[in-house]
């Protein structure tokens, strides 16, 4: 049984309510801060006890955890029930987050967008205004998504690295840009 400090109760409240501003369910979340704050996997009676929810709440919030990659179930010797460990590696967690975000909701509106563009060509006189509108958006989108999938490439100690060096970056950005 996990006994909650004050500051896991902060991270865990904190983390619940970042949750919902980032569009995820605030039990989903605290069940989340909670395993990855945890030494030890927890079970979900352990779970629900040490965040007050019910139990039903727990196994839906695990569900959704593990359908994003974050969290799996563990064993134990001598006892039937599932445990859960969170990643512990935020690096790891971090990609594994965005790339479960992009599938799920950046690929989705890209090929809306291709459509709509395509669409829009097959129009005779067509709309010029909304087709430039449409393109213009599905431009941007693939530009964010091409860099993503360039950071994506790149070793966790090379983003560790780059961000570091945002500020160098922003300035030579700045002397090679015309004004």
Same mark, same amino acid.
């Given at each position: 049984?996990?006994?909650?400090?004050? !500051?896991?109760?902060?991270?865990?409240?904190?983390?619940? *309510?970042?949750?919902?501003?980032?569009?995820?369910?605030?039990?989903?979340?605290?069940? @989340?801060?909670?395993?990855?704050?945890?030494?030890?996997?927890?079970?979900? %009676?352990?779970?629900?006890?040490?965040?007050?929810?019910?139990?039903?709440? !727990?196994?839906?919030? /695990?569900?959704?955890?593990?359908?994003? &990659?974050?969290? $799996? =179930? !563990? @064993?134990?010797? &001598?006892?039937?029930? %599932? @445990?859960?460990?969170?990643?512990?590696? +935020?690096?790891?967690?971090?990609? +594994?987050?965005?790339?479960?975000?992009?599938?799920? *909701?950046?690929?989705?509106?890209? =090929?809306?967008?291709? *459509?709509?563009?395509?669409?829009?060509?097959?129009? $005779?006189? &067509?709309?010029?205004?909304?087709?430039?509108?449409?393109?213009?958006? #599905?431009?941007? !989108?693939?530009? /964010?998504?091409?860099?993503?999938?360039?950071?994506?490439? #790149?070793?966790?100690?090379?983003?560790?690295? #780059?961000?570091?060096?945002?500020?160098?970056?922003?300035? /030579?950005? *700045?002397?090679?840009?015309?004004?």
């Amino acid at each position: 049984m996990i006994t909650l400090t004050p !500051v896991m109760r902060k991270f865990i409240l904190h983390w619940g *309510e970042m949750g919902t501003r980032w569009g995820v369910n605030r039990t989903v979340a605290q069940v @989340h801060a909670l395993l990855y704050l945890s030494p030890e996997p927890l079970n979900a %009676e352990e779970i629900a006890k040490a965040l007050s929810v019910a139990r039903s709440n !727990v196994s839906t919030s /695990l569900r959704e955890l593990e359908s994003w &990659g974050i969290i $799996k =179930a !563990v @064993h134990r010797l &001598g006892d039937r029930r %599932e @445990h859960y460990e969170s990643m512990k590696d +935020v690096w790891e967690m971090a990609r +594994v987050i965005c790339d479960e975000r992009k599938r799920r *909701e950046i690929d989705p509106t890209l =090929a809306m967008l291709r *459509e709509c563009v395509e669409e829009l060509d097959k129009m $005779k006189p &067509g709309e010029p205004a909304l087709r430039q509108r449409a393109l213009d958006m #599905l431009t941007f !989108v693939e530009a /964010l998504t091409s860099l993503y999938e360039e950071m994506h490439r #790149l070793p966790t100690g090379a983003i560790r690295s #780059l961000l570091k060096m945002r500020g160098k970056i922003r300035k /030579l950005l *700045e002397r090679s840009s015309p004004a």
